[in-house]
């Protein structure tokens, strides 16, 4: 039973260059999300889904886009990087939708935009 | 908008000193409460929870009690190890906002426990 996989652990980029960050769970959980994890801010919620086919807005959700095709895989795409964006990302899942199970991480992306 | 306030760090204690780390919340409604562990370079991991005032949550030695008169959710254990070192995040949820259904964390207080 891996639980969260987020991939890659460490990554670079140049002001404007896109990526896809991967985050894959095998626990069959129906709600997904996306966290970032600045200094003294804690973690803000970026987007989440409640089940496959359906995605909505976080409390920062500018800059980056989400899908969920499949109940496995919620990837996070950042369209136009900016330095702004320097910071680690959480992928976090649970089994309800309604929030009384507890959240699983991954163990994060470190993102660098220069 | 529902908040989590956490007490600044780090805070630097000796093993088996006493720990408390306060956390305080501002909600709407009657939230579930959580402590969170992160331990370096790991994602975060449910630590213990409380669903309801005066409920006490409590594991690895760790508990916590949901004050509803103060609004609080103060973290404690009777003697810290070196293992204990890491950053506790206090969060929230509000069970009946049928928006996001999301945690609200507080901004993480860093434990390091020397020998």
């Known amino acids: 039973n891996a639980g969260v996989t987020q991939t890659p652990k460490f990554q670079v980029l140049k002001t404007g260059q896109s990526m896809t960050l991967q985050c894959a769970q095998d626990?069959?959980?129906?709600?997904m999300s996306w966290y970032r994890q600045d200094p003294g801010m804690g973690l803000r919620l970026i987007h989440y889904?409640?089940?496959?086919?359906?995605?909505d807005q976080g409390e920062v959700p500018n800059g980056y886009n989400v899908s969920r095709s499949t109940t496995e895989d919620f990837p996070l795409r950042l369209l136009s990087a900016a330095p702004s964006q320097t910071s680690v990302y959480f992928c976090?899942?649970?089994?309800?939708?309604?929030?009384?199970?507890?959240?699983?991480f991954g163990n994060g992306t470190r993102l660098t935009v220069t | 908008g529902d908040s989590v306030t956490q007490m600044e760090g780090p805070v630097t204690l000796s093993e088996e000193a006493f720990l408390t780390i306060n956390c305080t919340y501002t909600?709407?409604?009657?939230?579930?409460l959580f402590w969170y562990v992160q331990y370096p370079g790991e994602g975060l991991q449910l630590l213990l929870k409380?669903?309801?005032?005066?409920d006490k949550g409590s594991n690895k030695g760790f508990e916590a009690t949901y004050r509803k008169e103060t609004t609080s959710f103060h973290l404690e254990k009777g003697s810290v190890q070196v293992s204990d070192s890491a950053v506790y995040f206090c969060?929230?949820?509000?069970?009946?906002?049928?928006?996001?259904?999301?945690?609200?964390f507080g901004s993480g207080t860093r434990l390091q426990v020397q020998p």
């Open positions: 976090a899942s649970r089994f309800d939708r309604e929030g009384n199970s507890p959240l699983h």
């Open positions: 626990m069959n959980h129906e709600y």
């Open positions: 889904s409640v089940g496959a086919g359906i995605t």
């Open positions: 909600a709407t409604g009657y939230p579930s």
């Open positions: 409380a669903t309801k005032a005066d």
């Open positions: 969060a929230l949820i509000l069970l009946e906002d049928t928006g996001r259904r999301a945690l609200t």
